[in-house]
């Protein structure tokens, strides 16, 4: 689809003393104390800038932010249903395209139109609608802010929850010492691989700001969908003390329990590959949610890291632990 409208380029971000200064998602929010999604609406907020339609499907990115009445955007903001983010940002988009073909709507540059959507609202219930916007080729960015949960409805498991977190839905009980007892989806992946108008696909991490708000512009700046997942660290969900919330990201990606990468034109390219990794009971330990593990839990986890880590090309593997 060739392109009939004006687009802006966004320009990358050298470093973090180079960030845009202004603030398009504000003070003033139920969020939790330390809340990982909340910074990442602030970063992505930034990178995107004033020119910029947020959705927001049913999830704390909605809930927490907009009660009551109210709501941290200094940008235009419209909520969808958790089932179908990725369908309202279609009709955004394709009015925008219209109106401005037949001369209805005098803004001269193409808005970003960004879906904010929890795991639950990417990757499970909103799948099928976001597929379908990235089939249809529509110029949206899709971002996923990854709190590894649902977690408005008091921490439910989702597909991206982790092998062997308690969850209020996977409790550890006798029956079921690890808790969960499924391997998380790959949801970028998934997104990666089978939608030819798909132009952009990144992870990021809030413990990398930089490269998450250049992963953000790189994707606005297609003429086309693009989708970030975003590693998302909630501390009410996975029960730690809220100032340590860069910590644990910065260990999912040390671990290799979260990776950084793009994929353009169905290569992965690495952003962040740990030339070591530390054994992921050290991201672990630090987390309530994973206070119940057992050390055979523990090793296939490991198992499942080292396996994931290398068909993605990270060779640094940790033995798992006895
Ligand atoms: C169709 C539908 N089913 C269930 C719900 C109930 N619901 C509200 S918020 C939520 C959790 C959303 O989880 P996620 O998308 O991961 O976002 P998070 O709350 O983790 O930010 C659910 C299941 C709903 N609002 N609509
Ligand atoms: S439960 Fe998690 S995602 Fe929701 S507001 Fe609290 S910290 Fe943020």
Known sequence: MSIDYKKQELPMIKNLAEAPDEEFYLPGHRTCAGCGPALTYRLVAKAAGKNTIFLGPTGCMYVANTSYSCGPWAVPWIH?????????????????????RKGTCDIDVFPNIIVMAGDGGAVDIGLQAISAAFYRGHDILVVCYDNESYANTGIQTSPSTPYGAWTSFTPAGPVVPEGKKLFPKDGPALFAYGHPELRYVATASIAYPVDLM????????????????????????????CNKIIEVGKLAVQTGMYQLYEIIDGQRILTHAPKKLKPVEEYVKLQGRFAHLQPEHIKKLQEFVNAKVKAIGIEATVPPAN
């Open 214 to 241: 250049n992963k953000i512009r790189k994707g606005l700046n297609q003429d086309g969908p693009a989708y970030v997942h975003i590693h998302a660290i909630c501390p009410k969900g996975w029960v730690f003390p």
């Open 80 to 100: 969808a249903q958790i089932t179908n983010g990725g369908a309202v940002a279609s009709g955004i988009e394709a009015a925008y395209k219209a109106r401005i």
